[in-house]
């Protein structure tokens, strides 16, 4: 916190975009750390319907800003698009504005592309579904095929200040591992020589329309959505207030598609599909083909209306 609060004569906090409820009752956080909801229009936390409610979340973080800290914002962070809570794709116009509050709190946009750098989401950053250029990009996961290996891109003139630039302050006991280089070399070749963009591009457009049809044909099919090989999906117990399916339901669900060959982050109601990216269309299709079957079972023998 202190570290990103160094940049630029920055002495103040850091707001960060978030939708995971796994975070929720931790705190207090902190100082100089806040959080504001994250852009989750199927789930929006202020019951609104987006276009009508004009970017609320947005305003929301300007206030948060205004009334909850120094007015000193050093960065704000952000997923492109989210991960963890869901595979949420927030519209079109929300990272823009997002970028318009940095910029006008003179703060650094820090764009968090673990997840969806590196071809996952049809483009080499997710980022780039925006047309928004960060400040700072934080990547790791995908550019290492496993091995555990992570990174900070930012441009040169972010480089060179203090406390970035000074002898160290960039550096740790593990820095430059050789073998990570190799690793992350290794994986970008693949990526390019591979056309893996074009294929989580083209493959996950075919994947997100098999899984779209599921919601006209399970009552319990809430909302399908995504971008290349990042795909959410949510599992309801009740369609107009989109309760969400009970785990013991979720659980059924992801023993009943291991039964059928199918390792699916299905044990959550708010499913996440991210599969390789080198996986090929006949395989996608078994994978929907296997979904659709598990689904039916459910539909069938379980009672899946029921709470907690």
Not at 77 to 86: D, F, H, L, R
Not at 166 to 187: F, I, Q, R
């Amino acid at each position: 916190m202190g570290f990103w609060g160094g940049f630029h004569g920055k002495t103040g906090g850091v707001i960060g975009l978030i939708g995971d409820e796994s975070k929720q009752g931790y705190g207090p956080l902190p100082g100089g750390r806040y959080q504001v909801p994250y852009a989750d229009c199927y789930r929006c936390p202020f019951k609104l319907e987006y276009p009508s409610c004009g970017l609320s979340c947005v305003d929301f973080a300007r206030e948060q800003i205004k009334n909850s800290s120094a007015g000193d914002i050093a960065a704000i962070i952000v997923e492109p698009i989210q991960g963890t809570a869901g595979n949420v794709i927030p519209p079109d116009d929300w990272m823009p504005a997002i970028k318009s509050v940095a910029k006008d709190e003179g703060a650094l946009l820090i764009a968090d592309e673990m997840i969806t750098g590196f071809g996952r989401t049809g483009k080499m950053w997710g980022v780039e579904h925006s047309g928004v250029t960060p400040d700072i990009v934080t990547v790791g996961k995908g550019m290492g095929s496993g091995f555990p290996v992570s990174g900070v891109l930012m441009s040169d003139e972010l480089g060179r200040a203090e406390p970035f630039s000074k002898p160290s302050a960039s550096s740790s006991s593990y820095g430059g591992n050789p073998l990570a280089a190799v690793a992350v070399s290794e994986t970008i070749k693949a990526i390019r020589d591979e056309r893996l963009i074009e294929n989580s591009r083209k493959v996950g457009a075919i994947l997100l329309a098999r899984l779209t049809a599921l919601k006209e044909k399970y009552e319990f099919v809430g909302d399908v959505r995504g971008k290349g090989l990042l795909i959410g999906i949510d599992l309801v117990r009740n369609l107009k207030t989109k309760a969400l399916m009970s785990r013991r339901v979720t659980e059924v669900i992801f023993r009943e598609a291991l039964k059928r060959g199918l390792l699916l982050m299905g044990y959550f109601p708010r499913v996440r599909i991210n599969p390789p990216l080198v996986i090929t269309e006949a395989q996608a299709e078994a994978g929907a083909g296997i979904l659709d079957e598990v689904f039916a079972y459910v539909r069938d023998h379980v009672d899946w209306r029921v709470a907690e």
